[in-house]
């Protein structure tokens, strides 16, 4: 229970700023300090184990039949994430409390802050992949909402749109390969699926299922050619762009790289994608960064760069290029999160990021300048510092591998370029920001920023410059416990010492460093090449290229969709002849084997009835009140074929509906124009006739072809189930509120939702009510019929009574809640016909609204009620008890749920059809303009 509340915690947290949100910004920014703090503190009790090779797992089964359960699965690659994720989460609450103004909602600010840092802590902790494709998709959301922050500014809007867009995309495509694998392992349970290694990776879809994997991968990484939305995403706050770069949002694909590198890498397809894309994405984001004038767009490009050379590593394949590659990501958290709080400082102190215009800033701020000096220099791959340690072993992996052949020495050599620009940016950040004259056309003169602002700064250079000099101690265990959760097996060894004497890692880590030193001496000449190339704008290219596709997508939905019902109907049925009838061409013959049933008597009567009804109905259609006569008799010969194939709770509720749907019916015929359309051409009625021809044939042969075929039904299991399992002898009933019971749940509450949109469609549309029928005739001047008004006031109470019944015995016979509702609802129905609305209205003002809502809640109440007893959702009790005189009666608790199916039923019929018969009365709505 420990590792579920890591996760809720922050999740829970994101309540907290919104209850704070009068008090003082400290007092806020101190209680939503304690939800993380408290989950950091449960993480760091477990990490005894985890450093012993443990796993750690919680599972809560939830809907086990879908693979859909509840599992966190804490490993050594899960804790070095979620303690980046809850650590460096922690030091930004405490900056953002410095960095934003009074302007800012700062409740607001944390309650996304603390949505996205349960999103990431979701991500590395699921133990089940849909579960965690769910919180990926989390981050993409709550990562727009903190983009855009500033939503007054159109650069952040724009930025978070296209970030959105690119990430959903990938998620997208990373739900398909979660699907591919779950249905090739069997499973979503994320340690199953890392067992079956082989069973995946020897699938004909592996390689459509790895280019998906990828796809996700790399968009939520900004790699090549996905790297455009990251720089757009700097127009976020500082805060949000330092957590985003270092331990969150970008991370999330270096994660799933790592969490699924021993199940899916080892192949020659991903050596070439993962590590080509990861070398072109360290080259293109290490050489934009150069010319970069705003100090965040350098530190985001450098940010694309090292998450290149981290995916580069994972995409070697071999076991050190991978602990290198988590080496790194500890590294690339520490001194890329003080630099962004540096880049923040700057930027709140001095009004400006322009490079340009940031210019001797040591003198004005020199604590501030040295810690981002020490972070820079971690960046560029400086000797004592602990980013010197993960390039040296990443310049030492590139010399161990053959993955171009006799070509592979190409790839230590542009690595070592990398590392040139490398340096060459970190030293232009270092040198034009805080030296090199001074300070131009600033807003107003900088100085060093509130004491506590500084504190995560001065605690993340301090690790930057403690793991250079002394990693074994503190990092050592944290990183062999990742790693073997990474390669699932064995460690290899390596060595964390500073020095390796000389080799030609070290000669390439030199090379770097004197290379990115010339170049920045000489980059005049290199800035006036990136000068005459062309300039590209990513953001102004994305949202033109959305636009144009949006407006191809308009296009075709125009000539889709062009009012024509018609034509709707010729698509749909269509579609279904060419999918129904392509496989039946496969078919030899269409008889199966099995006897077909002696027709008798009675059953050709009842099919000849149902024949001759569907022709009247087609017929005689321009004849509305005959067309619907027919209409109805052919739902009641359905329902006598029901009745005649034992199906009598079908023919039942069949019957129930018809009659609400005559009555639906006859009050829209009332309010349509009485004079129909002439008649189509004789061209529309070769093409109509064809198209249904085609249709019943495909139908017919379907259905024969099915009957005639022996199958193994389901229903002998919920026959043998219903009594013990269920406690009912119906086993229809016993399916729709127990076994089935979730289905029947969501039935009727689209049911209700479906209500309340036709009730909130119906109050804005202007009818009017006919003077005349459509022969001409005026209406009588009674309103209402005295023999009926005296026949429905009758049948009222009798319909009641019966409704009662049919529920009460719905669990063991013919009946239930739904069948009950109807025939309620069609009694009071009877009296707003018979009656009138107003009569109706004074004896019995209800909101049927409010019916729908009692209804869901009694139902959903119900099946949560089985959580009291430790049982899953919509569990069933019953049980057997002697009353006197009333001897043994069986109660049991699905007759609650029962219960909320009838009032549902019954609010939602009324709604749609006692509201369609208010709209030419009194009591008709308005628009609140008119009031």
Not at 286 to 295: E, I, M, N, T
Not at 629 to 645: E, H, Q, W
Request: hydrophobic share 55%; net charge positive; charged share 10%.
């Amino acid at each position: 229970m420990t590792l579920l509340w890591i996760l809720l915690l922050p999740l829970l947290g994101s309540l907290i700023p919104i209850i704070t949100a009068k008090r003082q910004r400290s007092a806020c920014a101190l209680a939503t300090a304690v939800a993380p703090a408290v989950a950091l503190v449960l993480l760091v009790l477990n990490a005894k184990p985890i450093f012993a090779g443990e796993t750690l797992r919680f599972f809560y089964a939830w809907v086990p039949l879908l693979g859909l359960d509840i599992t966190i699965h804490l490993d050594g690659l899960a804790f070095l994430f979620s303690l980046l994720i809850l650590g460096i989460g922690l030091l930004i609450i405490l900056y953002a409390r410095y960095y934003l103004s009074e302007r800012d909602s700062m409740p607001r600010f944390y309650a996304y802050l603390m949505l996205f840092m349960t999103a990431m802590l979701g991500i590395v902790l699921s133990g089940n992949l849909l579960q965690l494709w769910l919180f990926w998709e989390l981050t993409s959301i709550s990562s727009f909402l903190l983009i855009s922050f500033w939503w007054h500014k159109p650069e952040a809007r724009r930025g978070a749109r296209m970030a959105l867009t690119v990430t959903a995309a990938g998620g997208l495509a990373l739900l398909a390969a979660f699907l591919l694998i779950g249905e090739i392992v069997g499973s979503y349970d994320l340690q199953q699926v890392l067992l079956s290694a082989d069973l995946i990776k020897q699938h004909s879809w592996y390689p459509i299922l790895l280019v998906l994997f990828l796809l996700g991968c790399f968009t939520k990484s900004a790699q090549f050619p996905f790297h455009f939305w990251l720089p757009n995403a700097m127009a976020a706050p500082t805060p949000v762009s330092a957590y985003l770069h270092s331990a969150t949002m970008v991370k999330a694909g270096i994660f799933l790289l790592a969490r699924f590198y021993p199940v899916l890498s080892g192949s020659e397809l991903w050596f070439v994608l993962v590590s080509v894309t990861g070398l072109i994405t360290l080259l293109v984001g290490a050489y934009l960064a150069l010319f970069k004038h705003d100090l965040k767009g350098l530190l985001a490009y450098s940010t694309i760069s090292h998450l290149g050379l981290i995916t580069l590593l994972f995409g070697m394949g071999t076991d050190l290029a991978a602990v290198a590659g988590i080496f790194h990501i500890i590294n690339h958290a520490t001194f890329k999160a003080s630099l962004f709080m540096a880049a923040g400082i700057i930027d709140h102190e001095s009004g400006s990021r322009d490079m340009r215009k940031l210019n001797g800033l040591w003198q004005f701020m020199p604590i501030t300048a040295t810690l981002a000096m020490v972070a820079a220099a971690a960046m560029a791959g400086v000797p004592l510092l602990n980013g010197f340690l993960s390039k040296e072993m990443f310049f030492g992996e590139t010399l161990n591998q053959q993955l171009l052949g006799s070509l592979s020495w190409v790839i230590p050599v542009l690595a070592t370029v990398a590392g040139v620009f490398s340096v060459a940016y970190s030293l232009r950040f270092i040198h034009d920001v805080f030296f090199n004259g001074q300070p131009k056309g600033l807003s107003k003169t900088p100085k060093e920023p509130p004491r506590y602002m500084r504190v995560p700064v001065e605690f993340l250079v301090a690790l930057c410059i403690l793991v250079g000099i002394f990693p074994v101690y503190l990092i050592g265990d944290l990183l062999d416990a990742a790693a073997l959760a990474v390669l699932a097996g064995d460690v290899p060894e390596y060595s964390l010492a500073i020095w390796h004497g000389f080799n030609l890692p070290l000669l390439m880590s030199a090379l770097a460093l004197l290379g990115g030193t010339l170049i920045y001496v000489y980059r005049k000449h290199l800035f006036e090449f990136q000068n005459t190339l062309p300039d590209v704008d990513a953001l102004n290219s994305f949202e033109r290229g959305v636009k144009q596709f949006a407006a191809r997508c308009h296009r075709f939905y125009q000539w889709l969709d062009n009012g024509s019902l018609q034509r709707y109907m010729t698509l749909v049925l269509l579609s279904f002849v060419v999918l129904a009838g392509l496989p039946l061409l496969d078919l030899a013959t269409l008889w199966g084997g099995r006897q077909e049933l002696p027709i008798d008597a009675v059953n050709a009567t009842g099919a000849a009835m149902l024949l001759i009804a569907a022709f009247a109905t087609v017929l005689w259609h321009r004849k509305r009140l005959i067309a619907l006569l027919m209409i109805s008799v052919v739902g009641l010969m359905v329902s006598i074929a029901f009745t005649r194939f034992s199906a009598p709770d079908l023919a039942l509720t069949q019957l129930s509906v018809e009659v609400v749907t005559i009555i639906l019916l006859m009050l829209a015929l009332f309010f349509l124009p009485h004079k129909t359309p002439k008649q189509s051409e004789s061209s529309r009625v070769v093409r109509d006739l064809s198209i249904a021809s085609m249709v019943g044939v495909v139908v017919g042969s379907l259905s024969y072809a099915l009957m005639t075929r022996p199958f193994t039904s389901i229903s002998d299991f919920f026959i043998a189930n219903a009594k013990t399992g269920g406690g009912g002898t119906n086993v229809v009933n016993v399916i729709l509120v127990d076994f089935r019971g979730f289905d029947t749940l969501g039935e009727i509450t689209v049911l209700g939702i479906a209500s309340l949109g036709i009730f909130k469609l119906l109050t804005r549309i202007p009818l009017f009510k006919p003077s005349s029928d459509g022969e001409g005739r005026p209406w009588a001047l009674q309103r209402n019929s005295l023999l009926l008004s005296t026949v429905a006031q009758s049948l009222l109470p009798l319909a009641i009574m019966v409704s009662i019944y049919i529920f009460f015995r719905g669990h063991n016979m013919p009946g239930g809640g739904f069948i009950a509702g109807l025939i309620t609802a069609v009694a009071i129905i009877l009296q707003y016909i018979a009656q009138g609305v107003d009569w109706v209205k004074e004896r019995m003002n209800v909101e049927y609204q409010r019916v729908v809502a009692i209804g869901l809640m009694i139902a959903l109440l119900t099946g949560a009620g089985s959580w009291l007893f430790n049982r899953p959702f919509l569990t069933s009790w019953f049980a057997h008890f002697n009353v006197p005189l009333l001897g043994d009666i069986e109660l049991a608790s699905a007759i609650a749920f029962d219960l909320g199916v009838y009032i549902t039923v019954v609010g939602s019929t009324l709604l749609i059809l006692a509201n369609l018969g208010k709209m030419t009365t009194s009591h008709r709505p308005v628009h609140k303009e008119a009031i």
